[in-house]
């Protein structure tokens, strides 16, 4: 029965990528197939299959599960030497969503389940870091707070936290938690577990998930299965961090490595967009031996999935570790460069015949990356270029505004200090995205290129009222037109209009589609 519900990252799965991710998700068949196939450097763990998942939605978990469930956490016990509860060597887990077909950001990912007020000690004598073990702490609770109990506190901001101290804000949180669930249960990593493989399940159905689907069109019954994965970690000190990286370039399909670094951090906290990140580069000159292993792997990744790849990666104090691999979101423009590119390649079995299927009907919808604005205007502010296109349209400042004016048939542009999952209504019906804070891979720029919508984040400058924006000496009312283009970063105030731009790559796979026409 085990074998029917829960899967190994070494399980013998037999088919194409695209069949097991039908059964374990996106997530749980990257890290199947970077375990079985690749041999890359991925922390063990399994994977709760799709079907499972939804027939146990609310449900109390079946006898059958819950010992499938016994002997996978077993096996990894076994395999990491650590041990889930333990209060002198405790097993700490990430529990990750991974629907069939990609969903950025739509679902919940809990991590560091595992530490509890009896393993804490633990974790601060063994690193010899007590504000590491705290933050792990921290981090746990407010994950379980927001994702399992759904609570939405003021005490998540971050000026409260230095405010407050960080042992006075985990008691903040321990108290909250206790009232809901009990004191006792607090120390039990196990029940902590099993409500956090809850909370996954029930974030395939969400609102800001459906709402995605229904923008991808994607089938509302698409449920998730569940990865539970030992945790490594990135926030160790500077010997340490996480990155997204992409194999080429989203936004223009150039052969280059793309993507974010945040030294001591957890992987959070580059997709999350409200944290400071490096260009990929920085992580390639303070840790060029990882840099170099990355390079490769993203080679082999590439040459799998036959695409670009999008990689999330952490070293743990100097170790690289993969955690996820996946095809990557790309514009439009960057589509019809990496078809062509592939299909020219001798490294890649992609034929001139399957490049054309590979551009999906977006291509004629993409925004022009030539702009035209009305008199010589300079950038109010520039940020990067995070998703191609130009947009211009009514200032608005929360998706609720969004969608309000966009219903009387006006273009906007929504501007956040960054965006969530909770914004993808209003992301839904924006013509661009402006966001003071975030990189490339944050949650912003992931979805913009999803969707094909211009987008410009971490713009320099942005002070931000309760009605408007001040950027240098310009005030940004809602209402007020803006202009952002997504290929340079710059901002601008006023309408831009924008001409059709020569693209040789679309052009060349025209000519590919008329041949086969012929033919």
């Known amino acids: 029965?085990?074998?029917?519900?829960?899967?190994?990252?070494?399980?013998?799965?037999?088919?194409?990528?695209?069949?097991?991710?039908?059964?374990?998700?996106?997530?749980?068949?990257?890290?199947?197939?970077?375990?079985?196939?690749?041999?890359?450097?991925?922390?063990?763990?399994?994977?709760?299959?799709?079907?499972?998942?939804?027939?146990?939605?609310?449900?109390?978990?079946?006898?059958?599960?819950?010992?499938?469930?016994?002997?996978?956490?077993?096996?990894?016990?076994?395999?990491?030497?650590?041990?889930?509860?333990?209060?002198?060597?405790?097993?700490?887990?990430?529990?990750?969503?991974?629907?069939?077909v990609s969903m950025p950001g739509m679902m919940e990912t809990i991590l560091n389940v595992g530490v509890t007020p009896l393993t804490l000690p633990a974790l601060q004598d063994v690193t010899g870091n007590h504000f590491f073990a705290l933050d792990l702490y921290r981090r746990f609770l407010e994950g379980f707070c927001k994702s399992t109990l759904n609570v939405d506190h003021p005490m998540f901001d971050a000026q409260t936290i230095e405010q407050a101290g960080l042992p006075d804000h985990i008691k903040d949180l321990e108290t909250v938690i206790s009232e809901r669930i009990g004191g006792e249960r607090l120390c039990d990593a196990r029940y902590l577990l099993n409500e956090c493989i809850h909370a996954v399940i029930r974030s395939s159905n969400s609102a800001t998930a459906l709402a995605y689907r229904k923008k991808t069109g994607l089938p509302e019954s698409l449920g998730t299965a569940v990865t539970i994965q030992a945790m490594v970690f990135g926030n160790t000190g500077a010997s340490s961090g996480t990155g997204v990286v992409f194999s080429r370039d989203p936004n223009s399909g150039e052969k280059k490595i793309c993507g974010d670094w945040i030294s001591n951090a957890q992987g959070d906290d580059v997709v999350a967009g409200d944290s400071a990140t490096s260009d990929i580069s920085v992580f390639g000159a303070t840790h060029p031996s990882a840099y170099e292993e990355l390079k490769l792997h993203l080679e082999h990744l590439e040459i799998f999935y036959q695409d670009m790849v999008d990689v999330e990666f952490t070293v743990d104090q100097g170790k690289l570790w993969i955690l996820q691999a996946r095809v990557g979101k790309r514009t439009a423009r960057a589509a019809s460069r990496i078809a062509v590119e592939l299909a020219n390649s001798e490294r890649f079995e992609l034929k001139k015949k399957d490049a054309l299927a590979t551009i999906t009907q977006s291509l004629s919808t993409e925004k022009s990356s030539t702009r035209i604005l009305a008199g010589e205007k300079k950038p109010i502010t520039t940020g990067l270029g995070a998703s191609a296109g130009i947009a211009s349209g009514l200032a608005v400042f929360t998706s609720e505004e969004a969608i309000e004016v966009a219903e009387d048939g006006k273009e906007v542009v929504l501007i956040r200090q960054e965006t969530s999952p909770a914004d993808v209504h209003g992301m839904a019906v924006a013509a661009g995205i402006l966001t003071s804070l975030g990189g490339l891979m944050s949650h912003a720029a992931v979805v913009a290129r999803d969707w094909n919508l211009p987008a410009v984040v971490g713009a320099a400058g942005m002070q931000f009222t309760a009605d408007a924006v001040v950027i240098g000496t310009a005030k940004i009312q809602t209402g007020d037109i803006i202009s952002i283009d997504g290929n340079t970063g710059e901002v601008f105030v006023g309408e831009m209009l924008s001409t059709a731009d020569d693209d040789p790559y679309l052009e060349q796979l025209k000519a590919w589609a008329e041949k086969k026409d012929k033919d």
């Not at 978990?61 to 333990?86: H, R, V, Y």
């Open 1 to 100: 029965m085990n074998r029917e519900m829960i899967f190994h990252f070494d399980h013998p799965h037999f088919g194409t990528i695209a069949e097991v991710s039908d059964v374990v998700g996106g997530k749980g068949a990257s890290l199947w197939a970077m375990t079985s196939r690749l041999g890359l450097p991925t922390p063990p763990g399994f994977t709760i299959g799709v079907n499972t998942c939804a027939m146990l939605g609310e449900s109390e978990f079946t006898e059958n599960f819950t010992a499938g469930m016994n002997s996978a956490i077993a096996k990894l016990e076994e395999e990491t030497g650590k041990q889930l509860g333990d209060p002198e060597n405790p097993l700490l887990l990430a529990v990750r969503s991974g629907a069939s």
